[in-house]
């Protein structure tokens, strides 16, 4: 019902930034937030940002808190991440998800459409 494309992924100098993207495609309106993960090397997939689908309230995870910004672009369809001030533990694949649950979901099983992923690399 829902398709998702990150995009905007690189290698980046500590302090540098950049911006990933994730095209929408499909059913929208069951959509309750669109949030970003990321899984590093022998990580877990964690929590990142997420904005809900009605209101466009965001949240963060407290790591990136000042330092990344979750938006939408409704009339192309996409959801954003800027990330500024890169650390090198920001490196990890980057994924857009989709939750339909109601609230503020932050957890990975309360998200039911995922993206592919994109690679973030943040040297020191």
């Known amino acids: 019902q829902v398709q998702l494309v990150e995009s905007g992924g690189g290698l980046v100098q500590a302090g540098g930034s950049l911006r990933l993207s994730c095209a929408v495609s499909g059913r929208t309106l069951s959509n309750y937030a669109m949030g970003w993960f990321r899984q590093a090397p022998g990580k877990e997939r964690e929590f990142v940002a997420a904005?809900?689908?009605?209101?466009?309230?965001?949240f963060y995870e407290d790591s990136v808190k000042g330092r990344f910004t979750i938006s939408r672009d409704n009339a192309k369809n996409t959801v954003y991440l800027q990330m500024n001030s890169l650390k090198p533990e920001d490196t990890a694949v980057y994924y857009c998800?989709?939750?339909?649950?109601?609230?503020?979901?932050?957890?990975?099983?309360?998200?039911?459409?995922w993206g592919q992923g994109t690679q973030v690399t943040v040297s020191s």
């Open positions: 904005i809900t689908w009605s209101n466009a309230i965001t």
């Open positions: 998800a989709a939750s339909i649950r109601a609230g503020y979901p932050k957890r990975d099983r309360e998200y039911n459409y």
